[in-house]
């Protein structure tokens, strides 16, 4: 009686680029650093330790239309029981990239409510206060 061979090369899935389309935009999370806007001194300072510095954060006194339009985003949910957790989420938030985190639940209870449509729609509004920038080339590792 044999006994069978065992092979000792695993099967791999062939890596293929994700196809790219030239209207989609990578929404990234905004930076923690913030640029400081008090003397130039300051602000040149910045500019050339900062590792990315047009991607800094936004100051603080913009955190008040970005809470505007998640509300106006969310206004509608009634149907759906866990609006309220999120509408308090959109309250407490402290800072552009806690927004950022909370783009997934709107984008769900938006879906869930109405459609995928209509939440892709809301979130392409969203995400206009985040930076963003284009997508890798299907060319070019990971």
Same mark, same amino acid.
């Given at each position: 009686?044999?006994?069978?061979?065992?092979? =000792?090369? %695993?099967?791999?899935?062939?890596?293929?680029?994700?196809?790219?389309?030239?209207?989609?935009?990578?929404?990234?999370?905004?930076?923690?650093?913030?640029? &400081?806007?008090?003397?130039?001194?300051? %602000?040149?300072?910045?500019?050339?330790?900062? &590792?990315? #510095?047009?991607?800094?954060?936004?100051? &603080?006194?913009?955190?008040?239309?970005?809470?505007?339009? @998640?509300?106006?985003?969310?206004?509608?949910?009634?149907?759906? #029981?866990?609006?309220?957790?999120?509408?308090?989420?959109?309250? =407490?938030?402290?800072?552009?990239?806690?927004?950022?985190? =909370?783009?997934?639940?709107?984008?769900?209870?938006?879906?869930?409510?109405?459609?995928? @449509?209509?939440?892709?729609? %809301?979130?392409?509004?969203?995400?206009?206060?985040?930076?963003?920038?284009? &997508?890798?080339?299907? @060319?070019?590792?990971?």
């Amino acid at each position: 009686m044999s006994t069978p061979t065992l092979s =000792l090369r %695993r099967w791999r899935r062939p890596v293929m680029a994700a196809p790219t389309s030239s209207l989609r935009q990578e929404v990234c999370p905004p930076s923690l650093c913030q640029a &400081p806007e008090s003397s130039w001194w300051q %602000r040149a300072l910045f500019w050339l330790l900062a &590792p990315a #510095p047009q991607d800094a954060a936004p100051p &603080p006194t913009r955190l008040g239309a970005v809470r505007e339009d @998640f509300h106006t985003s969310v206004a509608d949910l009634t149907i759906v #029981p866990d609006a309220g957790d999120l509408v308090r989420r959109i309250e =407490l938030a402290r800072s552009l990239r806690e927004f950022w985190h =909370l783009r997934a639940e709107v984008y769900r209870l938006v879906a869930v409510q109405h459609s995928q @449509f209509e939440a892709e729609a %809301r979130l392409a509004g969203l995400n206009r206060h985040f930076p963003t920038r284009s &997508p890798r080339s299907g @060319f070019a590792p990971l």
